[in-house]
């Protein structure tokens, strides 16, 4: 059972920058592609990002695209979103989930899932 923990969230001001870490407890996280997602207040999850197991390919969503950059460490089994210019409209829940599909598209399921961590964007 792979296990994933999101650290990094917290408060912060429009314009700054953060960087969440997701840490895989399985070394099988080296073949699984990576996303993060984000969950804001009273609205639906959706994706933010996706890294394949290379780290050759990543994936955003429109609207981060050009802010917030995806990356993994296979080694240490930990994937990282560095998200900068933050926005308030950027305040959610932030969750790092796995699947060991090579293919990236809207609505794939997901194997594994995160807890989340928050980040709140003051203006």
């Known amino acids: 059972q792979v296990q994933l923990v999101e650290s990094g969230g917290g408060l912060v001001q429009a314009g700054v920058s953060l960087r969440l870490s997701c840490a895989a407890s399985?070394?099988?996280?080296?073949?699984?592609?990576m996303h993060w997602f984000r969950q804001a207040p009273g609205k639906e999850r959706e994706f933010v990002a996706a890294?394949?197991?290379?780290?050759?390919?990543?994936y955003y969503a429109d609207s981060v695209k050009g802010r917030f950059t995806i990356s993994r460490d296979n080694a240490k089994n930990t994937v990282l979103l560095q998200k900068n210019s933050l926005r308030p409209e950027d305040t959610a829940v932030y969750y790092c989930?796995?699947?060991?599909?090579?293919?990236?598209?809207?609505?794939?399921?997901?194997?594994?899932w995160g807890k989340g961590t928050l980040v709140t964007v003051s203006s």
């Open positions: 399985e070394r099988i996280f080296s073949s699984y592609t």
């Open positions: 890294v394949v197991w290379s780290g050759s390919r990543t």
């Open positions: 989930a796995a699947t060991a599909s090579r293919a990236v598209y809207i609505g794939q399921p997901m194997e594994y």
